[in-house]
């Protein structure tokens, strides 16, 4: 017979290893299946997302860092070289830490840990099938979709993983690439190409729409484009690649218009494909039980449900940003309703971080999106040229910028754009959480010098009396 459990959770990334762990502390029986072939858990984040691309990201701004701007402190190197094959074999051992780390929150959790790709067979069952061929049957009261996301493909343009790249293969490139271009200009296009920029790489940017980052707020997205050209990063906006034809030694794109026109040949080394991604739902039996889902391949919840009792989903296979932080919460809160809690997530408070050099950060609405809509605002901004640490660590570029309610106060969103903005976020997202006011960032006391005195003062601008410009 099978073995029953509470909950079985099919994926085992963010989303999913945080839904077994609250389950466990709950008092709930439960299993995570993970299909990955390398056994290890903590989902595309842990393995060859999140966790590996900050490694190199954190590795190749120092490097840049010792390279360039070691010389402004008065710091003599005496000469920086690059070993690349080192670089990466830190980033692996970051990656194999943590992902130790998830299994030991397994063992502690007392969840178990089936290998192999879930499909569920009918409500309540679920077949694992091992690397090896062979099954298991799991039995549950509850099952949760939490198998994430997959690169979106480009017509045109297949990865191999060797010169024309996913996400995945840009974290292992064996050399630098002399020119890569990337296809896409938002969070991961932009964080990826601008670690190969640091370490030697001519860096150009495909985007087909007329900015990069086009879902954050337009004022932001055109400060940060400017950084990145002084940065060295060539942009070709309102343009799309339309083919690919692999070299001896490259690549070969046609780009073309976004609205159309005469097509022209871009030559380079590599090719990074990062125009989005996409519910990873295949394969797990969804139209054994008739899950619905959209035109898109998302799956249609209402509260982690989905139209099959017992049947629930969270993170990148239901709508909603897709970030590992969200997910996290949707598993947490999926766990507690399971468990007969008040699982709860605030979609409209997900903070969203892109983990370049300077960093960009955004919680709530952008102002376009509040004008829009016709509320009646008003909006707070201060340079990170004006603030103290800032200027004495020679890193001014960015600002905040703060929007609030024009009759209440109440903050209704955040964007930032600097060094250590994705840490500054979180002090606006808590006080946007319990409904606070510009002002009320704006008279609690910030340590001097820091850079989230900016923070303060931007929200200080709101009323017009920032203190420090």
């Known amino acids: 017979m099978s073995e029953m459990f509470d909950i079985v959770i099919i994926g085992a990334g963010p989303g999913g290893y945080n839904a077994a762990i609250r389950a466990g502390q709950l008092g709930l029986k439960a299993a995570i299946v993970e299909k990955r072939d390398t056994g290890k858990l903590g989902g595309t984040c842990l393995n060859v997302g999140c966790i590996p691309s900050k490694a190199l990201l954190h590795a190749s701004e120092l490097f840049e860092t010792a390279e360039k701007r070691f010389d402004v402190l008065g710091i003599k190197t005496g000469g920086v070289a690059l070993d690349l094959k080192k670089m990466l074999k830190q980033k692996d051992d970051a990656v194999e830490g943590l992902t130790k780390g998830v299994e030991f929150l397994m063992k502690k959790n007392k969840v178990a840990v089936f290998l192999g790709a879930g499909e569920i067979m009918a409500p309540g069952k679920v077949r694992v099938t091992a690397n090896d061929g062979g099954t298991s049957e799991l039995a549950a009261k509850n099952i949760i979709v939490a198998t994430g996301s997959e690169v979106t493909p480009l017509k045109g343009v297949e990865i191999d993983e060797k010169s024309i790249v996913s996400s995945t293969g840009a974290l292992d490139f064996n050399a630098v690439p002399k020119h890569l271009v990337v296809i896409g200009g938002g969070v991961i296009g932009l964080e990826l190409g601008s670690v190969w920029r640091r370490l030697g790489a001519k860096v150009s940017v495909v985007e087909y729409l007329d900015r990069v980052l086009p879902t954050m707020d337009g004022e932001i997205s055109k400060q940060f484009e400017r950084i990145l050209k002084k940065q060295g990063v060539v942009f070709r906006l309102s343009s799309k690649v339309t083919g690919a034809q692999r070299l001896k030694s490259g690549v070969k794109l046609s780009v073309e218009p976004a609205a159309g026109g005469k097509s022209e040949t871009v030559e380079c080394d590599a090719v990074l494909v990062a125009i989005g991604r996409r519910p990873h739902t295949n394969g797990l039996g969804l139209e054994n039980i008739s899950v619905a889902t959209d035109a898109r391949g998302f799956i249609v919840t209402d509260n982690f449900r989905t139209n099959i009792d017992g049947v629930w989903a969270i993170g990148d296979v239901t709508h909603g940003p897709m970030l590992a932080h969200k997910a996290e919460d949707d598993g947490v809160a999926c766990a507690e309703l399971i468990a007969g809690k008040a699982g709860h997530v605030n979609y409209d408070l997900v903070p969203s971080v892109v983990y370049t050099w300077p960093e960009v950060a955004c919680v709530g609405k952008t102002e376009e999106e509040l004008k829009s809509s016709g509320a009646d605002?008003?909006?707070?901004?201060?340079?990170?040229?004006?603030?103290?640490?800032?200027?004495?660590?020679?890193?001014?570029?960015?600002?905040?910028?703060?929007?609030?309610?024009?009759?209440?106060?109440?903050?209704?969103?955040c964007h930032i754009v600097g060094v250590g903005a994705g840490e500054m976020i979180a002090e606006v997202a808590a006080v946007m959480e319990f409904g606070g006011a510009s002002e009320d960032i704006a008279r609690t006391c910030h340590a001097h010098p820091t850079r989230s005195e900016a923070v303060r003062q931007a929200a200080m601008a709101v009323e017009g009396w920032a203190m420090q410009i």
């Open 377 to 413: 605002i008003k909006i707070g901004k201060f340079p990170f040229m004006a603030n103290s640490r800032a200027k004495t660590n020679h890193e001014t570029d960015g600002f905040v910028k703060i929007i609030a309610d024009a009759k209440t106060d109440r903050v209704l969103g």
